[in-house]
């Protein structure tokens, strides 16, 4: 059993992940705790469920990137992870650029979710953006966070198939289900030190492998088999 780590999750809206992050720290299924939540806007849902959790929750206004307001924000939110004892930051629907004081302190010890498979479709419309390219599989995507949106190094992806008749809300609930399930293996991982940034690559030491003639097709084949 690993030691608990503590996380501070950083978030804009609703937080559905945060739930997910908290109820599994609380039920013992992560070896985490959540010791601190902030958020860019004062009235994101988010804060209100870390507050019915006996979380700090914290607003703390973000100005636009490179400018004075900006490096407040970033001076700001390192100091109150650094005041919670953090040791992993888990952005959670976080729709700012975080800035490089965090980044820099946090070396391999930020993480994001995005909804699509990265690295197609990153920004804020992952989900609409999928389906008005017209793919028949998307997804979600954990990783460690750098400098620029959605690029940095891949921990876990979930794919799920895109349906007749799907919206992006209707996309985007499938896909929920599984970031809540793969944003919380990639922090067991981290809390039980296996994992290792190669570059670009993510090793998880010892971590089971899918068959490797496993595969998601979408829509279904059709066709009886005919080939070896």
Aim: glycine share 8%; aromatic share 6%; with cysteine.
């Amino acid at each position: 059993m690993a030691d608990r780590i503590t996380l501070g999750v950083l978030v804009s809206g609703r937080g559905t992940n945060l739930q997910a992050i908290i109820d599994a720290c609380e039920q013992g299924t992560i070896d985490a705790k959540v010791a601190v939540v902030i958020s860019d806007k004062a009235d994101a849902y988010a804060l209100e469920r870390a507050r019915k959790h006996g979380i700090a929750a914290v607003h703390v206004p973000v100005g636009k990137y490179g400018t004075p307001a900006y490096e407040r924000a970033d001076a700001e939110q390192l100091r109150i992870l650094k005041e919670h004892g953090v040791q992993l930051v888990c952005m959670a629907g976080y729709m700012r650029k975080l800035g490089p004081r965090v980044l820099d302190a946090y070396p391999g010890a930020v993480m994001n979710i995005h909804p699509a498979l990265l690295p197609s479709f990153p920004g804020a419309h992952g989900q609409p953006d999928a389906l008005a390219y017209g793919v028949k599989i998307s997804g979600c995507t954990v990783h460690f966070a750098d400098a620029e949106f959605d690029q940095g190094p891949i921990i876990i992806q979930a794919a799920v198939p895109v349906v007749e008749g799907d919206d992006a809300d209707t996309l985007a609930a499938r896909i929920l289900q599984q970031e809540h399930k793969i944003y919380l293996q990639a922090i067991q991982w981290f809390a039980e030190g296996r994992l290792r940034i190669e570059g670009r690559h993510v090793r998880v030491l010892d971590a089971e492998q899918p068959p490797a003639g496993q595969a998601i097709i979408s829509p279904p084949l059709q066709i009886e088999e005919r080939w070896p």
